[in-house]
């Protein structure tokens, strides 16, 4: 737990601040304060507005109307520089290191000290043995930051912001991308930072990793700060509950599909583990039935999919496909037993972005479109325009170019990627990111369809309050394992993030 | 809080220090240059002759002095391809100078350097301010001056007046080929900027992660027009030297050097990728490519299977550099 903070000074005052772009409230009238010394944990969804207020913050967009003031002076309209000069340093999410330089030469980053011209490695690296001294850290800085752990290298980045010795240090999720072992080291770091008089901001969805380091949470919703909470008071339930707002919760889930679980299910999973991000996961997936897995940034949603598509191997488990355990699983051999999988990067790893839609389509399979080794365009033009109709796929015609296309219809023709393929197993990693709301709804609608005509559907999504919406039945992971199995009437927005979020 | 803060995977990082992979780079290619030495010694006639060894280090300045420039250029992500007609038509701008314009010998070899550090950096200029990819804005400058080299001399040499000053560029002192001094100071020169300078570790930080080397306040720009200017100095300096040690400037010398220089880089473990070399690699380099060609022409190989085999090995060190640095990364990680 943190000391006690009461006495601290007040660093940082956020009075009244908002910020609007074109069409979006991302801030309205935020107000907050934090002390020195204090840990102060910022929680909410996607969109909420965490990501603007960090901004505001760090200079890097200036708001509308309302004041920041640090240590008793004005930020004023100062930007990068000002929030600099006042002590404000953030550790964004994207690491920002050069691997192939030293640890020490990472904390100095274009700010090298020089010694009659030359760059002073000595001053460097007893500046850096200064700095973790101090935070009780094992770092070799002569290492070059590619040879460290992930960890090590989100240590690296917060120790930079350290020996610039800030006022107010902002860390933006450091602990999403690590697996469970590591994260002690980082949050008894960031204790150490809070004790020596640092207030820190510090956004993490992981309600478990805040009541280790931090006594209150600010809330965020739709732009506003609804709440502060004392976290050792509020349960999960409660914060969720901010967290969502009324409105999200009373989303409609559809009505129940009925799914026959008693034949031999068409995925079986057993076991499954890809260390470090996934540990033990276990699940039949049936013909007809769409599955939801949830869970946090990190919590090893991707790499499950990747195993089962045979992108990445399991160190354990099994994979069976219709009862037939696969001993193998390559990205070839699954393919033939009628797996697909679509990325959650759409635009590097889903579309190739100057081929038609049709080109798209075809790319899993050409065998079906061709005569001998010769590509038919006819047969190409004929099977892509079937499947823009199946799927109603808005484009002004099978040649377009791809990256013409709105996102949620270049997510719909992705997917359509398998369904010529002649896939029954579809492995969707977060196929609504990026998409507008109605863009959403219609790929609700197309995967449901889709599970009515007998395909088996993994729906991987981290925005967790829709996977009611559109599974039938959800597991969440949590460090690598299933923390819960949701179904029927147990499966609600409400009940997916605090099984999520939860100690 | 507990005492130590220290996790498996941090001693790991300890252990795993410093790229193992790039001195086994090194050390194997010092080993691989022992061994050439050894077999070449004992088959090829007159290999181990002072003459030849001086000859080879001759040779070795003609590729090394542009390499260590084009090693800070690859390690930051670009490529300079306008080597080989750089030097050509700076041999002719300093003949030409000297023997058609009058300038004098001092004066010629001041306006070729000076005209190389300007179209390098208009190369640089393109890649930093227009984002014309690097490949292509040396492409421009080797096609550029390839054809300017030969039209101003209708692909005749320019002959150099006699001067006391060439021919010690183009000979010895105290024995040793004046180019091969240079190339050494170069060497050391270079090796320091890399290490101790600011602008040096700038160019592996842009290399490595250029939006990384932006936030953190370094000049972009100014980087990548000072490479390309660098480097086309060095192909001034080159063009000089083979001027005078040939006595005449000619537009259609060092046809190919581009390739030699790039092949030296990269055998040498400099990453095309950018991030990653060294200086001492490129010297190692520079010496397995020079001690190969000089060993295939005493060896008698006929003159066109000879860059068949230079073909072969070239893309073999390579090879085994890549293999090697995927396995030393691969314990790392695991």
């Known amino acids: 737990m943190a000391a006690d903070v009461a006495s601290g000074s007040t660093v940082i005052v956020v009075d009244g601040v908002t910020k609007h772009y074109p069409g979006v409230r991302a801030l309205t009238d935020a107000h907050l304060s934090i002390r020195a010394g204090e840990i102060r944990a910022l929680l909410g969804r996607n969109g909420a507005g965490k990501s603007t207020l960090i901004r505001v913050l760090s200079g890097v967009e200036r708001p509308d109307a309302g004041t920041v003031t640090v240590a008793g002076e004005a930020f004023g309209d100062g930007g990068v520089r000002r929030a600099a000069e006042l002590g404000i340093n953030t550790v964004h999410q994207e690491l920002s290191l050069v691997a192939e330089l030293s640890v020490a030469e990472n904390l100095y980053l274009g700010r090298w000290p020089r010694r009659g011209g030359a760059v002073d490695y000595a001053t460097m690296r007893a500046g850096a043995a200064?700095?973790?001294?101090?935070?009780?850290?094992?770092?070799?800085?002569?290492?070059?930051?590619?040879?460290?752990?992930?960890?090590?290298?989100?240590?690296?980045?917060?120790?930079?912001?350290?020996?610039?010795?800030?006022?107010?240090?902002?860390?933006?999720?450091?602990?999403?991308?690590?697996?469970?072992?590591?994260?002690?080291?980082?949050?008894?770091?960031?204790?150490?930072?809070?004790?020596?008089?640092?207030?820190?901001?510090?956004?993490?969805?992981?309600?478990?990793?805040?009541?280790?380091?931090?006594?209150?949470?600010?809330?965020?919703?739709?732009?506003?700060?609804?709440?502060?909470?004392?976290?050792?008071?509020?349960?999960?339930?409660?914060?969720?509950?901010?967290?969502?707002?009324?409105?999200?919760?009373?989303?409609?889930?559809?009505?129940?599909?009925?799914?026959?679980?008693?034949?031999?299910?068409?995925?079986?999973?057993?076991?499954?583990?890809?260390?470090?991000?996934?540990?033990?996961?276990?699940?039949?997936?049936?013909?007809?039935?769409?599955?939801?897995?949830?869970?946090?940034?990190?919590?090893?949603?991707?790499?499950?999919?990747?195993?089962?598509?045979?992108?990445?191997?399991?160190?354990?488990?099994?994979?069976?496909?219709?009862?037939?355990?696969?001993?193998?699983?390559?990205?070839?051999?699954?393919?033939?037993?009628?797996?697909?999988?679509?990325?959650?990067?759409?635009?590097?790893?889903?579309?190739?972005?100057?081929?038609?839609?049709?080109?798209?389509?075809?790319?899993?399979?050409?065998?079906?479109?061709?005569?001998?080794?010769?590509?038919?365009?006819?047969?190409?033009?004929?099977?892509?325009?079937?499947?823009?109709?199946?799927?109603?796929?808005?484009?002004?015609?099978?040649?377009?170019?791809?990256?013409?296309?709105?996102?949620?219809?270049?997510?719909?023709?992705?997917?359509?990627?398998?369904?010529?393929?002649?896939?029954?197993?579809?492995?969707?990693?977060?196929?609504?990111?990026?998409?507008?709301?109605?863009?959403?709804?219609?790929?609700?609608?197309?995967?449901?369809?889709?599970?009515?005509?007998?395909?088996?559907?993994?729906?991987?999504?981290?925005?967790?309050?829709?996977?009611?919406?559109?599974?039938?039945?959800?597991?969440?992971?949590?460090?690598?394992?299933?923390?819960?199995?949701?179904?029927?009437?147990?499966?609600?927005?409400?009940?997916?993030?605090?099984?999520?979020?939860?100690? | 809080m507990t005492a130590t803060q220290t996790t498996p995977q941090q001693r790991r990082g300890r252990v795993g220090r410093p790229f193992a992979g790039r001195s086994l780079n090194e050390i194997g290619l010092i080993a691989a240059i022992v061994v050439l030495y050894v077999v070449l010694g004992s088959t090829a006639a007159g290999f181990l002759s002072l003459d030849n060894q001086l000859g080879m280090l001759r040779d070795a300045a003609t590729v090394g002095i542009a390499a260590w420039g084009v090693t800070l250029v690859i390690i930051a992500g670009e490529i300079d391809i306008s080597i080989g007609p750089a030097v050509a038509f700076s041999s002719v701008l300093v003949a030409k100078g000297a023997a058609e314009?009058?300038?004098?010998?001092?004066?010629?070899?001041?306006?070729?350097?000076?005209?190389?550090?300007?179209?390098?950096?208009?190369?640089?200029?393109?890649?930093?301010?227009?984002?014309?990819?690097?490949?292509?804005?040396?492409?421009?400058?080797?096609?550029?001056?390839?054809?300017?080299?030969?039209?101003?001399?209708?692909?005749l040499p320019v002959v150099l007046p006699e001067s006391g000053l060439m021919n010690t560029l183009g000979g010895s002192i105290l024995g040793i080929p004046t180019p091969a001094i240079i190339m050494v100071v170069l060497f050391f020169v270079f090796a320091y900027v890399a290490r101790y300078t600011g602008y040096g570790r700038s160019v592996y930080a842009v290399g490595g992660n250029a939006p990384a080397a932006r936030m953190a306040g370094i000049n972009l720009a100014r980087v990548r027009v000072l490479l390309f200017a660098t480097t086309g100095l060095l192909s001034a300096i080159t063009g000089v030297l083979l001027a005078a040690r040939l006595g005449s400037g000619n537009g259609g010398a060092a046809s190919g050097l581009e390739f030699d220089v790039i092949a030296a880089v990269v055998i040498g473990g400099t990453a095309l990728a950018g991030g990653r070399g060294t200086m001492l690699g490129t010297l190692l380099g520079v010496g397995f490519i020079t001690v190969i060609s000089n060993g295939l022409v005493l060896l008698g190989v006929n003159s066109f299977l000879q860059n068949v085999v230079r073909g072969v090995i070239i893309v073999a060190a390579v090879l085994v550099n890549v293999v090697i640095t995927k396995r030393a990364r691969a314990t790392r990680e695991t």
């Open chain 1, 130 to 503: 200064d700095v973790f001294g101090r935070l009780g850290l094992d770092i070799d800085p002569d290492a070059p930051v590619g040879s460290l752990s992930l960890a090590s290298r989100q240590l690296v980045e917060i120790c930079r912001a350290v020996r610039e010795q800030p006022r107010l240090l902002i860390l933006d999720e450091p602990t999403s991308a690590l697996a469970a072992a590591e994260v002690d080291v980082v949050l008894e770091t960031v204790t150490r930072i809070a004790s020596a008089g640092v207030a820190v901001l510090y956004v993490s969805h992981r309600l478990e990793e805040i009541r280790r380091i931090s006594h209150s949470a600010t809330v965020m919703r739709d732009g506003r700060i609804v709440d502060t909470v004392d976290v050792g008071d509020a349960d999960t339930g409660t914060i969720v509950s901010l967290m969502l707002g009324d409105t999200a919760r009373a989303a409609e889930r559809p009505p129940e599909r009925n799914v026959d679980r008693d034949g031999t299910p068409l995925l079986s999973v057993r076991g499954l583990a890809v260390p470090p991000k996934v540990l033990d996961v276990s699940f039949d997936l049936h013909a007809g039935e769409v599955l939801g897995i949830g869970g946090l940034m990190g919590s090893g949603r991707t790499e499950v999919l990747r195993a089962l598509a045979g992108f990445d191997p399991a160190a354990h488990g099994t994979i069976s496909v219709e009862g037939r355990e696969i001993a193998h699983p390559s990205a070839a051999v699954m393919k033939r037993l009628g797996i697909g999988m679509t990325p959650e990067d759409r635009k590097d790893e889903g579309v190739v972005p100057l081929l038609g839609v049709d080109e798209n389509l075809v790319l899993s399979k050409f065998s079906t479109v061709s005569s001998g080794p010769t590509v038919r365009p006819g047969r190409v033009r004929k099977a892509a325009e079937r499947l823009i109709e199946r799927l109603s796929i808005a484009t002004a015609s099978a040649r377009t170019p791809i990256v013409n296309l709105s996102g949620g219809n270049q997510q719909k023709a992705v997917i359509g990627r398998w369904l010529h393929a002649g896939s029954r197993i579809l492995l969707l990693d977060e196929p609504t990111r990026g998409v507008d709301v109605q863009a959403k709804a219609e790929i609700y609608r197309l995967v449901r369809e889709l599970a009515d005509g007998g395909a088996a559907i993994v729906f991987v999504s981290g925005e967790l309050e829709e996977l009611p919406l559109v599974c039938d039945r959800v597991l969440t992971l949590r460090e690598g394992r299933v923390a819960a199995e949701l179904t029927g009437a147990d499966l609600t927005t409400d009940s997916v993030l605090s099984a999520a979020m939860a100690a």
């Open chain 2, 101 to 155: 314009w009058g300038l004098g010998i001092g004066p010629a070899i001041l306006l070729t350097l000076a005209a190389g550090a300007a179209w390098g950096a208009l190369a640089g200029w393109l890649r930093a301010r227009f984002d014309v990819p690097s490949f292509i804005a040396t492409l421009g400058i080797w096609s550029a001056l390839g054809g300017l080299g030969l039209y101003l001399t209708d692909a």
